[in-house]
C-alpha cells in the first residue's frame, strides 16, 4: 500500500491551523485559529468614522442607469505593463463611442507624451462626436494643470479632473502636509485652474474634483473640502461640478461605501448644482457591490472600466454594471449586443486576456457542462420558445425566464451553440439538447440514458469535449451505421400488404456472409420483419419504438427509433432516411446488429 506524503512536504510553505477551537465555536465548525498575523490589521471602523445611523439606502431600487465614464484609456492604462500607443488608445476610443458612452476620460496628459499626444490626436482629428464629453486628469499642481488645459485645446467640450489625496496616512506619508495645508492646497489648485479656463472664453470647460481614498479620509473633512471647492468653482444648476469619491483602496464591506455616499450625498452643499460621482475599487473583490450600492445611496455618476481592469485588483467593471441593470429590466444606455467584439477590442487594447468565466463577458460564462444544468436550460429553453409561440412573439421578443442564464445569450450576441456543451461532466438533457438543435434528433426520453452512457465513455477515455459534430458522428456510428455494417444485413427486402391488417415482409438476409431468403408476416411491417428473422434464429421483441420527420417538404429525411430485445439482449438503435418505412426497417436492423454484437 502506498504511503502518501505528508502535507508539509507537499506544501512547506502552509502552515495548517492547529489551534485550538473557540470555545465558543458551535460543535459543527471545528475550524482552527490560522498562526496568520490577523492583529496587524484594523477594521474599517477603527479606521474611518462612520457617522450615520439613519441610512436609507436599503429600501432603495436602482431604476435608472448612472452616467457611465470608462477611465479604461486613464486608470486602466496606468495599469498596463505596455500602456497602449495611439493606435491602440484610439481603438479602444472608437470602441467606447460606437458603444455610446458619453463622458470618456482619455489620459493624464502630464504624466506622458503617449497620453498629451493622444489628447491632441483627438482634437486634431475631429474624432470627438458632437455629444461626447472628454475628460483628463490632473493632480493640484499648477505646472501639470497648464500641461493639461494646453492638451485640450480645440476639443469642442472638456472637463478637467483635479485630485488630490486626503486621507490621515496618505497626508502624513505622502504630502506630510496637516488638514489645513492640504485643504489650501486643493483651493490653490481649484482656483488655479479656474483662472486658467477663463483664459479661454468660448470653451466649454468643466470640472471634477476627486478628493482621493475619500472612503479613508474623515467624513467632516471631505464635507469641508468638497462645499468649499463647490463655492469656488460658482457651481450652478445648468453648470453643475462633478464631485468624485473614489474608494481608492477597498478597505470595507459594500454597505459602509453606501453610508459615505449617503452622508454626502444628503450633506452637500448646492447639492442641486452637484453631480455626485464614484470611482470604486476592486481591492476586496467587492468593487460591483460598492457601485450599485453606492447608487441606491444616491451617487449619479460611476467611473470604471471595461471588464474591471486598473491598479492591483482593478477598477469596477463597467461591462458587469451595466448588464446587472440590464437583467433587472433597466435600460443601460450603452449597448453590448456584440459582447464578444467587445471583449476582443479590450483584450488586444490591454494585451490582457478577459477570465473564461467573467460575468456576462466571459468565452465559457453561458456555458454548461454540469447534466443538470443541461437538464434544466434545454427544458427551459423549449419552454420560452413555446410560450412565446402562444403570446404570438418572436422567441427574441419574449419575456425571459430560462434556468440558470440570467439574461438571453443572443442579447449580447452569443449564439445557443455555446450554451450547452458536452464533456465527461454532461448529461442526457444536454446530449439531446444538441442533437435536437444541431441534427434535428428528438430523442425518445427512454433512449437518452443510453446515449448519454455512450458519450460519456468516450469523453471520459478522452477528457476532452466533443462539438455537436463530433456528437453526431458518434450517434450515427453508433445507433445507425450497425444497420448496413453489422454481422446480419439486408441484401434486399420488400414490404407488402396484401390484405388490411395483414403485412408481408419477403427479404435476402445476409448473416456472416451466408445468404438467406426468408418471409414473415405480422400485423404491421417491423412485426412481419421480427417474424421473418425468426426464420434464421434471431428473437426480436420491439419494446419501443418512435419516429419523426427531420423537416417538412418533399424529400426530407426522417429518422426512427427501436429499442429491441434479441436473444435476451436488450438495445436501443436508430434509422435514417428519406423513406419512414426505410428508416424503421433501419432502425430494428441495427438494434439487432447492436445487441448481437454486444452478446457475442
Known amino acids: 500500500m502506498a504511503v502518501l506524503p505528508s502535507q508539509s512536504t507537499v506544501f512547506p ?5 492547529a489551534g485550538g477551537v473557540p470555545a465558543d465555536a458551535p460543535r459543527w465548525n471545528p475550524q482552527r485559529p490560522s498562526a496568520m498575523p490577523h492583529h496587524r490589521y484594523q477594521p474599517a471602523h477603527q479606521r474611518v468614522a462612520l457617522p450615520l445611523t439613519d441610512r436609507t439606502w436599503p429600501s432603495r431600487q436602482i431604476e435608472r442607469a448612472p452616467l457611465w465614464v470608462p477611465v479604461d484609456l486613464r486608470d486602466g492604462n496606468q ?59 490632473t493632480a493640484a499642481r499648477e505646472d501639470l494643470i497648464d500641461r493639461t488645459v494646453a492638451s485640450v485645446e480645440g476639443l469642442p467640450r472638456t472637463l478637467v479632473h483635479l485630485y488630490t489625496a486626503t486621507a490621515p496616512t496618505w497626508r502624513d506619508v505622502v504630502l506630510g502636509r496637516s488638514r489645513a495645508e492640504v485643504h489650501g492646497l486643493i483651493l490653490d489648485a481649484a482656483g488655479y485652474l479656474m483662472r486658467k479656463a477663463e483664459q479661454k472664453p468660448g470653451t466649454d470647460l468643466r470640472f471634477e474634483f476627486s478628493p482621493e481614498v475619500f472612503n479613508l479620509t474623515e467624513p467632516d473633512f471631505v464635507l469641508e473640502v468638497c462645499n468649499s471647492v463647490t463655492e469656488l468653482w460658482e457651481a450652478s444648476p445648468d453648470r453643475p461640478v462633478i464631485h468624485n469619491l473614489p474608494a481608492t483602496v477597498e478597505i470595507a464591506t459594500p454597505n459602509v461605501y453606501a453610508d459615505q455616499i449617503e452622508y454626502m450625498h444628503r450633506h452637500l452643499a448646492r447639492r442641486d448644482s452637484v453631480i455626485l460621482s ?26 470604471g472600466c471595461l471588464f474591471g481592469n486598473g491598479e492591483r485588483t482593478g477598477n469596477v467593471d463597467l461591462v458587469t454594471l ?34 473564461p468565466r467573467h ?64 464533456n465527461s461532466q454532461s448529461g442526457k438533457g444536454g446530449i439531446a439538447h444538441l442533437l435536437h438543435t444541431h441534427h434535428g434528433l428528438d430523442l425518445p426520453r427512454s433512449m437518452r440514458p443510453d446515449v448519454s452512457r455512450t458519450v460519456q465513455h468516450v469523453t471520459d477515455s478522452t477528457g476532452r469535449e466533443l ?41 435476402t438476409l445476409r448473416l456472416r456472409g451466408q445468404e438467406h431468403h426468408c418471409r414473415g408476416t405480422g400485423n404491421g411491417p417491423l412485426s412481419a420483419l421480427a417474424d421473418a428473422l425468426r426464420t434464421v434464429g434471431i428473437t426480436v421483441d420491439i419494446l419501443n419504438y418512435t419516429e419523426h420527420s427531420i423537416s417538412t417538404g418533399p424529400g426530407s429525411s426522417a429518422v426512427a427509433y427501436a429499442e429491441c430485445r434479441v436473444n435476451g439482449v436488450t438495445c436501443w438503435a436508430a434509422g435514417w432516411d428519406t423513406s419512414v418505412l426505410t428508416a424503421s426497417v433501419h432502425a430494428v436492423m441495427a438494434a439487432v446488429n447492436r445487441c448481437e454484437q454486444g452478446s457475442s
Open 13 to 17: 510553505a502552509l502552515r495548517t491551523p
Open 79 to 137: 495599469a498596463l505593463a505596455e500602456p497602449m500607443d495611439t493606435e491602440r488608445k484610439r481603438r479602444m476610443f472608437d470602441l467606447l463611442v460606437t458603444m455610446g458612452f458619453k463622458e470618456i476620460e482619455v489620459g493624464y496628459p502630464s504624466a506622458s507624451q503617449t497620453d498629451f499626444d493622444f489628447v491632441r490626436h483627438l482634437a486634431d482629428s475631429g474624432a470627438v462626436p458632437d455629444d461626447v464629453t472628454i475628460s483628463v486628469f
Open 278 to 303: 464614484v470611482h470604486p475599487h476592486n481591492d476586496r473583490g467587492t468593487g460591483v457591490a460598492c457601485a450599485e450600492l453606492a447608487v441606491m445611496a444616491g451617487a449619479q455618476r460611476v467611473e
Open 322 to 355: 451595466a448588464l446587472n441593470l440590464y437583467a433587472q429590466g433597466v435600460n443601460p444606455m450603452v449597448d453590448f449586443s456584440d459582447i464578444d467584439a467587445v471583449r476582443e477590442v479590450v483584450e488586444h487594447c490591454n494585451r490582457l486576456p478577459v477570465h
Open 359 to 422: 460575468p456576462y463577458g466571459g468565452e465559457l460564462v453561458h456555458t454548461a457542462f454540469s447534466g443538470t444544468h443541461q437538464d434544466a436550460i434545454a427544458k427551459g429553453m423549449a419552454h420560452h420558445a413555446k410560450q412565446a409561440a402562444e403570446q404570438g412573439l418572436a422567441a427574441e421578443e419574449a419575456p425571459w425566464a430560462v434556468p440558470y442564464l440570467p439574461i438571453d445569450p443572443g442579447d449580447i450576441g452569443r449564439t445557443y451553440e455555446e450554451v450547452i456543451r458536452i
Open 467 to 507: 462539438s455537436h459534430k463530433e456528437l453526431w458522428q458518434l450517434f450515427r456510428t453508433t445507433y445507425i451505421a450497425p444497420a448496413l455494417d453489422g454481422p446480419l444485413t439486408l441484401a434486399s427486402w420488400n414490404s407488402a400488404e396484401p390484405a388490411p391488417g395483414e403485412h408481408r415482409f419477403t427479404c
